[in-house]
């Protein structure tokens, strides 16, 4: 009969300690990966938008201001509405670098055709700095 060797209890126990301690490694860095993505909040406020018709022919004064409420800034921010006859209006601020908790304003004259008190759909949308998409539309009362 043959004799065996037993490994001794404090290798076991060594080795033990060490795959438990590469398999809480892998844990915290899941975690952590994990919580840094979510800590990423994209999010635009609406402070100020308005519709209003001019008296000067198939006029609109359209403005809008926008503040960032996320946790990560802006590179670009569009704003725009469509009309009575479904064209699409707006103005696209490129290179923004609107940082979390700073305002953005814009307004200008289009070309466009809206009835004084109908309600008209306007759609802000932005582009972070990591390439992440934010979009949101409100519906506005048109003015005169």
């Known amino acids: 009969m043959r004799k065996r060797k037993a490994i001794s209890p404090a290798i076991v126990t060594m080795l033990l300690m060490a795959v438990a ?3 809480g490694m892998v844990v915290w860095q899941s975690m952590n990966t994990q919580a840094q993505t979510m800590a990423k909040v994209s999010k635009l406020d609406i402070v100020d938008v308005s519709l209003t018709k001019l008296q000067v022919g198939g006029k609109v004064f359209f403005s809008v201001t926008l503040k ?3 946790t990560i800034d802006f590179e670009t921010i569009e704003a725009g509405f469509w009309d009575d006859s479904n064209k699409y209006t707006s103005f696209v601020k490129n290179s923004a670098s609107l940082l979390p908790g700073e305002q953005w304003s814009d307004n200008d ?3 466009a055709s809206i009835t004084i008190n109908q309600k008209y759909t306007v759609k802000i949308s932005g582009t972070t700095s990591d390439g992440s998409r934010f979009s ?3 519906t506005v009362s048109a003015m005169g």
């Open 68 to 70: 960032n409420s996320g």
């Open 136 to 138: 949101m539309a409100k």
């Open 21 to 23: 301690i590469a398999g």
């Open 109 to 111: 004259v289009f070309d």
